[in-house]
């Protein structure tokens, strides 16, 4: 039976809230740059990390798996964002979320202590099991490749029945939950008043970028959410309005005193509305599921600069405050450097595409609301003059036509909110303003090293 990658507490080693591991590979794995916060970590010498290949801190209960998906991903050249329990040379483990992305035919990776509790125990107790099921595995026979191979399988089945269709989308949904939980507990770039030369240039560039991508995922977040509220309300109000349109359609057009009820007029145009509105509204439930998908990427894409310039930033810090251990940091930054513009080119594709679904978006809304405003008006005003006595219906009539105003004008209200939302996003400007602040990171870098 395989042994649960549990540790007690006092014999583990801790990454603080606000350290990142970095280091860089060549395409096969073997280390050739290391931070100083890896150097601590883990317990090794620079010199013992550098030439060394990446798995000299594997964790033996690691499973195969969880590599192998890493590398599948890397191969694809999309970033590898996952979990992963590493081993000091003191044999003490230690825990961190790792982000692995191609840098040409080398490998860059910053990893951070994960604070996104809910994710870090799915994986981790996925990481247990399927441990466990390749252990038995090879028990059998298997070699350790195929082991890894049949528990990639079973890890993917793990994560699609907690709602995650593949490794890839529970990476990105990590991704955000750590970055988001970093944020939240206001981790950001320090600053250091007092530091001037390059050095103090570089940090204010690092810390600048840092703002205008915190915004934008901010917005981003909005425009999700916006997304998610819509998709999720739609099918309430598609049951609203086939409510009313059968409603409707069963009023009689005269009373029992043989008068005409001017109301009755109003809801068959409004029943007539309701399906222009209804087929609209299926139509946009598709358009609203690629929204959310674009908003997923690029909010992932995000999240992956602001983790890259942290790291630069870290980096900056350690040259001002002379950080023992720090090394030459010339070629760290050039590397983060080139990682921030392929961020950038990665993140563009998916906000035009998020830019030009939320306009469209935002049209379609408006176009819905108009609509239905304007039978919802002259209802509104019957009521009226049947509050003041100039007009007569049925005491019972009038509710059942307040109920129904009550209920379709909140939808109205929501929909118009949902398209206001869209509307914000769709008037962003591209994305110069970021790419602006990685270029005056570049230049600083470059006065630097």
Not at 92 to 112: H, I, K, M, N, Q
Not at 233 to 252: F, K, W
Request: glycine share 6%; net charge negative; hydrophobic share 45%.
């Amino acid at each position: 039976m395989a042994t649960p990658l549990v540790a007690p507490p006092r014999e583990r080693r801790v990454l603080g809230a606000a350290e990142l591991l970095f280091s860089t590979t060549d395409a096969s794995g073997v280390i050739d740059q290391a931070n100083s916060v890896f150097l601590r970590l883990s317990g090794y010498r620079r010199e013992q990390l550098v030439g060394a290949a990446h798995n000299l801190v594997r964790h033996p209960q690691m499973p195969g798996a969880a590599f192998a998906g890493m590398w599948r991903l890397l191969a694809a050249t999309r970033p590898a964002l996952l979990y992963f329990r590493d081993l000091s040379a003191d044999g003490r483990p230690y825990d961190v979320f790792a982000t692995v992305v191609p840098l040409g035919d080398r490998f860059l990776s910053v990893r951070a202590r994960p604070l996104a509790k809910n994710w870090w125990r799915l994986a981790h107790n996925l990481n247990s099991q399927v441990g466990a099921f390749e252990e038995q595995c090879r028990a059998k026979g298997w070699s350790r490749t195929d082991a890894a191979a049949l528990g990639l399988e079973q890890l993917e089945a793990g994560l699609a029945a907690s709602g995650y269709p593949s490794v890839e989308q529970f990476g990105r949904s990590v991704l955000l939950a750590e970055v988001q939980a970093r944020l939240d507990r206001g981790v950001r770039i320090p600053a250091r008043p007092l530091a001037d030369g390059p050095a103090a240039e570089l940090l204010a560039a690092t810390r600048g970028l840092e703002q205008v991508l915190v915004d934008w995922l901010d917005r981003y977040d909005r425009l999700q959410d916006a997304a998610i509220n819509l998709a999720d309300y739609t099918p309430r109000l598609l049951e609203i309005l086939e409510q009313s349109q059968a409603a409707a359609e069963g009023v009689r057009f005269d009373n029992p005193s043989g008068r005409l009820e001017p109301a009755a007029v109003y809801l068959r145009t409004w029943a007539d509305t309701s399906r222009e509105v209804a087929a609209v509204l299926a139509d946009l439930l598709d358009q609203l599921t690629e929204l959310r998908h674009s908003c997923a990427l690029a909010r992932a894409e995000l999240a992956l600069t602001v983790l890259h310039n942290m790291a630069a930033g870290q980096f900056v810090l350690e040259e001002i405050d002379e950080v023992p251990q720090a090394g030459s940091i010339g070629m760290a930054l050039a590397d983060l450097g080139q990682a921030l513009t392929d961020d950038v080119d990665e993140l563009v594709p998916q906000a035009t595409r998020c830019r030009e679904l939320a306009a469209e978006l935002a049209y379609q809304l408006d176009g819905v609301t108009g609509l239905l405003e304007l039978p919802q008006s002259l209802i509104r005003e019957w009521l009226v003059r049947v509050a003041e006595g100039g007009a007569h219906s049925s005491a019972e009539f009038v509710d059942w036509v307040s109920d129904h105003l009550d209920r379709s004008e909140a939808g109205i209200a929501t929909l118009s909110g949902l398209a206001n939302s869209g509307r914000e996003l769709s008037a962003l400007p591209d994305l110069g303003p970021i790419r602006e602040w990685v270029e005056r990171v570049a230049q600083a870098r470059s006065r630097l090293t």
